[in-house]
T-cell receptor, first 113, second 111 residues
Framework: EAQVTQNPRYLITVTGKKLTVTCSQN?????MSWYRQDPGLGLRQIYY???????DKGDVPEGYKVSRKEKRNFPLILESPSPNQTSLYFC????????????FGNGTRLTVT | KQEVTQIPAALSVPEGENLVLNCSFT??????LQWFRQDPGKGLTSLLL?????REQTSGRLNASLDKSSGRSTLYIAASQPGDSATYLC??????????FGKGTKLTVNP
């Protein structure tokens, strides 16, 4: 089944403890991206990647890192999480950036205490 | 900076009604606009994608239009059903290559 898989679905952690949220797609898509969704603020783009080894900042990249070493994987890294990074995170992919619909994962709900 | 606005924030209609959801954006230099559906606790599902050169796209009971010059898009849902209840979001891919979302319209279709 074609899908975008995020893990974990739920994560509770403490301030400062490094964590990684994984994202994997099995559709051979070139474009992948990360978003956070917060009440009242909607969905905001964190980082995106047009292809392997190519990443760019979205609107809210501060406090996050990403890497794209393989086409299928696009992990989101929080080196030192803070409570303001408590949010619902989504990963998405598409064949190309400019003319293809996005496929979303089911989300990761992160709580930082 | 691109801003995307969706009005109304919430809409409640009886089953069978035709309805229109609105999306407006401030910068008309866009590559495309997408409409998504989000169900509670789930990810987003892409409904329709309109390229900047297109005026509309249709899928089943859904029709999306795009007027770049006025910075507006509408999503028309025909003969609404309770299963259409969800939050509908529009997103614009602009010249900055960043994808900007509206805050969504929460639709409730009452049986």
């Amino acid at each position: 089944e074609a899908q975008v898989t995020q893990n974990p679905r739920y994560l509770i952690t403490v301030t400062g403890k490094k964590l990684t949220v994984t994202c994997s797609q099995n559709m051979n898509h070139e474009y992948m991206s990360w978003y956070r969704q917060d009440p009242g603020l909607g969905l905001r783009q964190i980082y995106y990647s047009m292809n392997v080894e190519v990443t760019d900042k979205g609107d809210v990249p501060e406090g996050y890192k990403v890497s794209r070493k393989e086409k299928r994987n696009f992990p989101l890294i929080l080196e030192s999480p803070s409570p303001n990074q408590t949010s619902l995170y989504f990963c998405a992919s598409s064949p190309r950036q400019y003319n293809s619909p996005l496929h979303f994962g089911n989300g990761t709900r992160l709580t930082v205490t | 900076k691109q801003e995307v606005t969706q009005i109304p924030a919430a809409l409640s209609v009886p089953e069978g009604e035709n309805l229109v959801l609105n999306c407006s954006f401030t910068d008309s230099a866009i590559y495309n606009l997408q409409w998504f559906r989000q169900d509670p606790g789930k990810g987003l599902t892409s409904l329709l994608l309109i390229q900047s050169s297109q005026r509309e796209q249709t899928s089943g009971r859904l029709n999306a239009s795009l007027d770049k010059s006025s910075g507006r898009s509408t999503l028309y849902i025909a003969a609404s059903q309770p299963g259409d209840s969800a939050t509908y979001l529009c997103a614009v891919l602009g010249g900055s290559e960043k994808l900007v979302f509206g805050k969504g319209t929460k639709l409730t279709v009452n049986p």
